[in-house]
């Protein structure tokens, strides 16, 4: 009787261990099959949201390219190279306030301002409005503010050229107001040692 308790408990031993090998083979194809799911669920996650960032990109560049104020870019960099002041290479930009930005750049349109402001810079080295006494009074100034010699020559150098007629200096003289107009007088005074009474 023992030995059928024996040959009894192997086979129930044999039987849970086969049943043990089957629920660890189920397990393991379960968890598989879960990250299988989770892989192809994050795949489609990030090609959802790179055709989003695409479809906001393709978005933003018509709007750039629809928006008046690149329209109006353009036109102004091909104006603003014919109308170069002499000496420098970059145009002017009338208003302050411009915040347009070109996702595409237009290469005819730079490559046209680069041959043209080569042509004005040549152009504008013959003319230039210079003077001994000019350079003289701006070193002063710089060396009075207390700008470093090294970069006060460098100041120079940039400087070198850049001024304008005394006919134009006088008629684009800016308006200052009677505030502002005192307070740089009495900022004088002070640095030459007088105090004004009021």
């Keep these: 009787m023992s030995e059928d308790i024996d040959?009894?408990?192997?086979?129930?031993?044999?039987?849970?261990?086969?049943?043990?090998?089957?629920?660890?083979?189920?397990?393991?194809?379960?968890?598989?099959r879960g990250q299988r799911e989770a892989e192809a669920r994050v795949k489609l996650t990030e090609a959802r949201v790179k055709e989003a960032r695409e479809l906001q990109t393709r978005e933003a560049r018509d709007a750039k390219?629809?928006?008046?104020?690149?329209?109006?870019?353009?036109?102004?960099?091909?104006?603003?190279?014919a109308e170069l002041k002499p000496g420098s290479s970059v145009p002017q930009r009338e208003t302050s306030g411009y915040r347009g930005v070109q996702l595409e750049k237009d290469r005819v349109t730079l490559e046209r301002f680069t041959e043209r402001s080569e042509q004005v810079t040549e152009a504008a080295t013959a003319v230039s409005y210079d003077s001994v006494e000019r350079r003289a009074a701006l070193a002063a100034h710089l060396s009075r503010i207390g700008i470093a010699p090294e970069l006060a020559a460098a100041r120079m150098l940039v400087?070198?050229?850049?001024?304008?007629?005394?006919s134009e200096a006088a008629r684009n003289r800016p308006d200052r107001t009677p505030a502002v107009q005192r307070a740089r007088e009495q900022e004088l005074s002070k640095s030459r040692g007088l105090e004004r009474s009021r």
Excluded: F, W, Y
Aim: aromatic share 0%; net charge positive; charged share 25%.
């Design 159 to 166: 400087e070198v050229g850049q001024a304008g007629p005394a």
């Design 7 to 32: 040959d009894i408990g192997r086979e129930t031993a044999a039987m849970m261990k086969t049943m043990l090998q089957i629920a660890t083979l189920v397990a393991l194809k379960t968890r598989e």
């Design 65 to 81: 390219s629809k928006d008046p104020r690149n329209l109006a870019l353009a036109q102004t960099i091909s104006r603003a190279t």
